[in-house]
């Protein structure tokens, strides 16, 4: 059976402690908002599609639970404006993933809808509305990342065969690596990076694949390590610091065609958001002719930011570099699982410390975002367009901000006579 990140049925919710793994499988029950705001801050589920997932399902739940009705609200806007305010608290549970914003406005815009659908909407309407709702985006990310596999598979397939043309071999298998955790963990199952190593490995084309330790926080030693043994995929775990070094004495020989990552938000021109280490293997893999892709559902992609200066990045806590806590090990060298687990120093606790959560890698180092909707390959002019994949909402975001824009040279131009240029006002081409 695949991994759960998350256990759902209407009015139940159990969140997998991701801190007690690789060593403990322990379920939380997750019932009100605050429960879900504190396994999300505390990083007891992360990855963008679990977050959204967990911070969704657990609103649904304390409101199927409260039920019926909704708690000191008369009316369907009452109703509304006190799911508002839940959203918004949840919101600031974790800043840099998108999916968390997306879910937030889809949810939002489904209740308000429920309230508009009749005069005589209740808040009990409400309710029902926003609980299918958070439903339909746990169950939607399964089939999202089903797609994500098939697209990105298929898309490194004919990479290949693209490359192997006029050679002689007929081994098709390639070697891939990846950072941080994308996988069944970090969404409602199969992953997105993961999701598209799982499915080579399906396909029988993947020959290897190396996953980085991801410090400070080790996603991909606790938990990718633990994904990649429990599927029984062909893998080898590396340090961060390894990767030049796989590159450059082993990415001939394992056939090292691409590095695949997730995404925590990718923006309008493609710029990327993921764990901390991303954009030097993104570097890394172009100097060694590594294809670079970046696997994330549309829900990740933030079309209102233009590029990767507009992304706020989450920036966590000393101890996550300077403690180290783990199971302790017998002197056999196995795991005493009965052991209580220990916290211990890693560095001088004296030390200033850096620790930002992520890093935006530029467009112009990845070769291709793959999607639930298709594969966007990177522009000649460097960026990314998601028009053709998303055309609703460019049209909502991109669309609209393009009209505005139209408007407010139409209005200075018509004060001042004169072309003016929209973002500062002074005399230039219209
Ligand atoms: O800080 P985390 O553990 O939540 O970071 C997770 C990542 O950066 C993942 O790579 C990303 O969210 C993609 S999840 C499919």
Known sequence: MSLQAVRYSRGKLEVLDQLRLPHEFHYDAVTTR?????????????????IAIVASLGLAVELHNAGPGVPGAASAADAVAHIDDALD??????????????????????????????????????????VDEAEAIFERDLQTNLAIGEHGAEWLRAQGSAAAAGGSSNDKTMSVLTHCNTGSLATSGHGTALGIIRTLRDKKLLRHAFCTETRPYN?????????????????????????????????AEANLAAVIVGADRVVRNGDTANKIGTYQLAVLARHHGVRFVVAAPTTSIDLATRTGDGIKIEERKPEELTQVT???????GTVDEAAPKVRVATADQRIGVWN???????????????????????????????????????????????????????????KFGTAVRADTGAPGTL
Request: charged residues 30%; hydrophobic residues 40%.
């Open 219 to 251: 996603q991909g030693s606790r938990l990718t390590a633990f994904e990649l043994v429990y599927e029984g995929i062909p893998a080898t775990l590396i340090t961060d610091s390894m990767a030049a070094a796989l590159f450059r004495t082993r990415g």
């Open 34 to 50: 605050k429960d879900a705001f504190d396994s999300i801050a505390s990083m007891r589920v992360r990855g963008a599609p679990a």
């Open 356 to 414: 930002p959560a992520f890093d935006v890698t530029p467009a112009e180092y990845i070769d291709a975002v793959v999607t639930e909707k298709g594969v966007v390959e990177r522009g000649a002019d460097g960026v990314f367009d998601f028009s053709h994949i998303m055309p609703e909402r460019w049209a909502a975001v991109v669309g609209k901000e393009e009209e505005e824009q139209r408007a407010n040279r139409a209005r200075l131009g018509a």
């Open 326 to 332: 783990g199971a302790v090990i017998r002197d056999d």
């Open 89 to 130: 608290y949840l919101k600031t549970s974790r800043p840099t993933a998108v999916d968390l914003s997306n879910a937030i406005d889809r949810l939002k815009t489904c209740t308000r809808e429920a309230a508009a659908a009749s005069s005589s909407s209740s808040p009990d309407d409400i309710v029902r509305a926003f």
